[in-house]
């Protein structure tokens, strides 16, 4: 069975697409039944290049990676989500949708790669950072036994990450 996990950033645009392509990138290395989605509540519309500059030069492919509303996960048809983690501090104060299934709800706050100082470099360089302290985190959650684990017990050990 599929464990669905559910990225929240407020513009969908580097963070969150950052976590889900290097999730879903992670999971199918290992040949894990792991998929990762990411969503805003106020989409921008489009994908930072910075983010998808860097995951290329990471090997990780962004084809399909788009700008989309969490509405598209909170539908009847949408799949249930078993973890849903906010990776910035506005969508994190959001009220959020009520999630088909009852997901493990969680906040990784990471600074905004795109405000960085120092120019196109700097931000060049917070996007890289953000992309690796994302890869290192979402790797050991790829280690817990996601699918034997009670939420309580899956939430404790997520927030220790």
Known sequence: MTTHILILCTHNS?????????????????????RAHSAGSAPSGRVNP????????AGVATQGLRSKSWD???????????IVITVCDSAAEEACPLWPG???????GYADPSSAPGGAAGQRAAF?????TLAERLQRLLALPLASRGA???HTELSRL
């Open 50 to 57: 910075q983010a998808l500059e860097v995951l290329a030069a």
């Open 14 to 34: 580097a963070r969150s697409v950052l976590a889900e392509a290097m999730l879903n990138h992670l999971a199918a290395a290992q040949g894990l039944d792991v």
């Open 102 to 108: 009852n997901p493990v709800r969680l906040h990784w």
């Open 152 to 154: 309580a017990a899956l």
């Open 72 to 82: 598209e996960f909170s539908a009847a048809d949408a799949p249930p989500m078993d």
């Open 128 to 132: 890289e950072h953000t992309r690796q």
